[in-house]
């Protein structure tokens, strides 16, 4: 899993030649470096991965792995991975990032607030335990010369209770830390209204001049709701989701419109062409209801005889050398291809997307954007066919 930089002037930050360039990065959990021996003896453990050139980032958990409820501690974090649960000290956390040597590291924190249940007093003993684990990696940090050019992030909690959020960021933002993760936002349990709200309002306190990351947000219309917001990196589990439902991404980000495919109506007002293929999303609903508009499942036994590529104009693997109807048979027949002709796609297809926020950004020209792709968060994916 990955992440993507929306705003250019954070790449300088790292001495890494592709996020300076792509403004990607890839990201690792001290979950998954634990079970792998022969990470530990080399050095810079991007070439352990085969991307000498991505900047990389370690997190502290796996974004689509679950995270059960109620097993922090005032001197521990638990970590979940495929071995189960690992109980993580601030010392034991610091001895893996040494042995990583990211670019960027998330400090460890106690981020257990999202079930949307926890109390006033449980958010309150997140921050306090979150701000004491930075304080002890701080440390650690000062005194580890293979951290001497890796940047920490702060981990921002606090639950749904503004007050804390705030009494979080502004604590966070007096320690000597690189940048921000904003935590605890990820999944459903919290309200839209409130989840922007607070995102807006713990960005207030924070330094324009240290990077944002947030975690859980990956919907097209959710990115760029924290954009506005003040947000900066995303993950980008989405499309991972996504290719895991047998689904492929088909939004359209061209913010430009073309006259060819440009209808107006009789009031003026501009419409794009509907994909002929694009989902009856009552119908989707039922199917799967982690489905968003912004996808087409490929299992649908409509794609069996679609000879067309899976997205019009795209230029991926996929795209340029299978049909629709190729990658629906490999689902059905449950064939370990349809993902990785599928992640081929989505990913290929979600950093377009973010390439065309940073052009917007630069343009001026970003409410244009956010109209297409909200109307397609209403209405499901218009005129799925990439211009080149």
Not at 227 to 242: K, M
Not at 254 to 283: R, S
Request: glycine share 8%; proline share 5%; aromatic share 10%.
């Amino acid at each position: 899993i990955g992440g993507v930089l929306v705003k250019k002037k954070y790449q300088s930050q790292s001495s890494c030649a592709g996020c300076r360039t792509k403004g990607y990065c890839f990201m690792v959990c001290p979950a998954a470096a634990l079970f792998s021996r022969q990470m530990v003896k080399l050095g810079k453990k991007s070439a352990f991965f085969g991307i000498p050139d991505a900047v990389l980032y370690c997190s502290l958990h796996d974004p689509v792995t679950p995270c059960p409820s109620g097993y922090n501690t005032n001197k521990t974090v638990s970590l979940w991975g495929s071995s189960g649960r690992m109980e993580m000290t601030p010392s034991k956390f610091m001895d893996i990032q040494r042995a990583i040597q990211p670019d960027w590291f998330q400090c460890i924190s106690d981020g257990d607030t999202i079930s949307g249940e926890a109390g006033r007093k449980r958010v309150k003993k997140s921050v306090d335990r979150s701000l004491s684990f930075l304080d002890m990696c701080l440390q650690l940090q000062e005194k580890s010369p293979e951290l001497q050019r890796s940047v920490m992030f702060g981990a921002i909690e606090g639950g749904d209770i503004l007050e804390e959020r705030l009494r979080s960021a502004r604590e966070t933002a007096k320690r000597p830390v690189g940048g921000f993760l904003l935590d605890g936002f990820q999944g459903s349990a919290m309200a839209k209204e409130t989840k922007l709200k607070l995102i807006a309002s713990v960005t207030a306190e924070l330094p324009e001049d240290k990077p944002r990351i947030i975690h859980g947000v990956g919907k097209p219309d959710e990115v760029l709701e924290c954009i506005e917001r003040g947000v900066d990196i995303f993950e980008s589990f989405f499309p991972f989701q996504v290719t895991e439902r047998g689904c492929a991404l088909v939004f359209n980000y061209d913010y430009h419109p073309d006259p060819e495919t440009t209808v107006f109506t009789q009031n003026g007002t501009q419409d794009l062409e509907k994909n002929g293929a694009q989902e009856d999303q009552e119908e989707v609903s039922k199917a799967d209801p982690e489905m968003t508009p912004f996808e087409i499942s490929l299992k649908d036994k409509k794609y069996h005889d679609d000879f067309g590529p899976v997205l019009e104009g795209c230029s991926c693997y996929c795209c340029q050398r299978h049909t629709r109807a190729y990658v629906h048979h490999l689902l059905v027949t449950n064939e370990l291809l349809a993902g990785v002709l599928l992640m081929m796609h989505n990913f290929q297809h979600y950093f377009g997307f973010f390439s065309a926020i940073q052009d917007a950004l630069r343009d001026s020209k970003l409410d244009q954007l956010k109209e297409l792709v909200f109307r397609q968060a209403l209405q499901g994916p218009e005129n799925a066919t990439l211009r080149q």
